[in-house]
T-cell receptor, first 115, second 112 residues
Framework: GAGVSQSPRYKVAKRGQDVALRCDPI?????LFWYQQALGQGPEFLTY????????KSGLPSDRFFAERPEGSVSTLKIQRTQQEDSAVYLC?????????????FGSGTRLTVV | AQSVAQPEDQVNVAEGNPLTVKCTYS??????LFWYVQYPNRGLQFLLK??????LVKGSYGFEAEFNKSQTSFHLKKPSALVSDSALYFC??????????FGQGTTLQVKP
């Protein structure tokens, strides 16, 4: 596609519910990133894929967070047993293989509200 | 550890005046520096980057940024502000891994 597509755009979850957030990167982009942006804050790194390999998951805040990209294209971020502190905008970004030097293309994000 | 600071929560300028949004960084080694803009309910849009070379980097929508190694700064500038430039601006630092560390953001308000 022309841009990075994320769905759903908005998600309201009851505390304790599991959620799955989808990211469809730009076609041909090898690298894919997930970021979490709390209200009034800058985005914070969660995890990074190169093709289907998850090369860095150091930013995942707990073992309730899990990300996958099984075929090296679409990625899913799953949050189990959601807590109120998980409320944030979850941003996905993709880039060409030369990571670190390129300007990443971000999706519009999924706004998760845990009630 | 890498870090980036944006010392101003908000910058106010009049339309037509020059604008500066400040950013300082801390890295070991050579920095990769970026500026992004975020409009309400939108994702981040890439403005410009510094990897190596000329210290003055030109980007989208007439923005530019100056890399200053001695002051560890990468301030965003524009000679003549537009009302439509009003948005949230993020400075970020990255390295070879691709992971970006973002600042807290600066809200730019351009008044007619």
């Amino acid at each position: 596609g022309a841009g990075v597509s994320q769905s759903p755009r908005y998600k309201v979850a009851k505390r304790g519910q599991d959620v799955a957030l989808r990211c469809d990167p730009i076609s041909g982009h090898v690298s894919l990133f997930w970021y979490q942006q709390a209200l009034g804050q800058g985005p914070e790194f969660l995890t990074y894929f190169q093709n289907e390999a998850q090369l860095d998951k150091s930013g995942l805040p707990s073992d309730r967070f899990f990300a996958e990209r099984p075929e090296g294209s679409v990625s899913t971020l799953k949050i189990q047993r959601t807590q109120q502190e998980d409320s944030a905008v979850y941003l996905c970004a993709s880039s060409l293989p030369l990571t670190g030097t390129g300007g990443y293309t971000f999706g519009s994000g999924t706004r998760l509200t845990v009630v | 550890a890498q870090s980036v600071a944006q010392p101003e929560d908000q910058v106010n300028v009049a339309e037509g005046n020059p604008l500066t949004v400040k950013c300082t960084y801390s890295v070991s080694g050579n920095p990769y520096l970026f500026w992004y803009v975020q409009y309400p309910n939108r994702g981040l849009q890439f403005l410009l980057k510094y990897i190596t070379g000329d210290n003055l980097v030109k980007g989208s929508y007439g923005f530019e940024a100056e890399f200053n190694k001695s002051q560890t700064s990468f301030h965003l500038k524009k000679p003549s502000a537009l009302v439509s430039d009003s948005a949230l601006y993020f400075c970020a630092v990255g390295g070879g891994t691709g992971k970006l560390i973002f600042g807290q953001g600066t809200t730019l308000q351009v008044k007619p």
